[in-house]
């Protein structure tokens, strides 16, 4: 072989390559920026958010602060539909979910909400902004004791103190609308 035909075979050998390099290059980008199909809403079991079932949750007495600093305990509201949120305002996710369940809140009427705010203060423009009142883990015993280890997380109790369904991570608000329904239509 002559020096001219090896050069030509390495540099097919290198444009064949970096063609390839291309294709699955740009093949990768038109994946990630294509739009998933859209899809259906269905019950809680296949929501359209990113959450994630919390597994074996089961009922815990716990204890957290009001604003005001006196101590409220989950046991008080025993006979009652119940849905605690754990959340936080340094995750914006959190802030969102809890935003939503601002605005339903007089929807659902015969639910006890429990916006519990693991960090130590609210930020006072979110405060304003809320109608729902707010509760402190201070003691992190609530986090610890339903082994919340993602904000936020939505645990829904139904009457006899059991947790009827728990999620944590962002949701939607068909999704979380349709927790809440089933909430309301056990109790």
């Keep these: 072989m002559s ?30 920026n294509a739009k998933a199909p859209e899809m259906e809403f269905k019950l ?14 089961t ?11 006196n101590l409220n305990k989950l046991s008080e ?4 539909a ?26 659902y009427e015969n639910i006890k909400f429990y916006m519990i705010n693991t960090s130590d203060t609210t930020p006072k423009e979110l405060e304003d902004e809320l109608t729902i009142d707010i ?3 201070k003691l992190k015993e609530g986090a610890s004791k339903f082994y919340i280890t993602e904000l936020p997380s939505m645990i829904y109790i ?7 369904h728990a999620k944590s991570g ?10 809440l329904d089933i909430l309301a239509e056990n109790f």
Excluded: C, H, R
């Design 170 to 179: 962002f949701t939607s608000t068909d999704a979380l609308e349709a927790n």
């Design 3 to 32: 020096k001219k035909t090896i050069i030509i075979f390495i540099l097919s050998i290198l444009f064949v390559a970096l063609a390839g390099g291309v294709y699955f290059y740009a093949n990768n980008e038109l994946k990630k």
């Design 44 to 57: 809680p079991e296949e929501e359209l958010s990113n959450t994630k079932d919390l597994e074996n949750i």
């Design 59 to 69: 009922y815990v007495d716990i204890s957290f602060e009001n604003s005001d600093g």
């Design 77 to 80: 509201s025993k006979d009652m």
């Design 82 to 107: 119940t849905m605690i949120l754990f959340w936080s305002p340094d995750n914006q996710d959190s802030v969102e979910v809890l935003k939503k369940v601002d605005s339903m809140n007089e929807k």
């Design 135 to 137: 509760y402190y883990d």
């Design 158 to 164: 139904q009457k006899n103190n059991e947790v009827l």
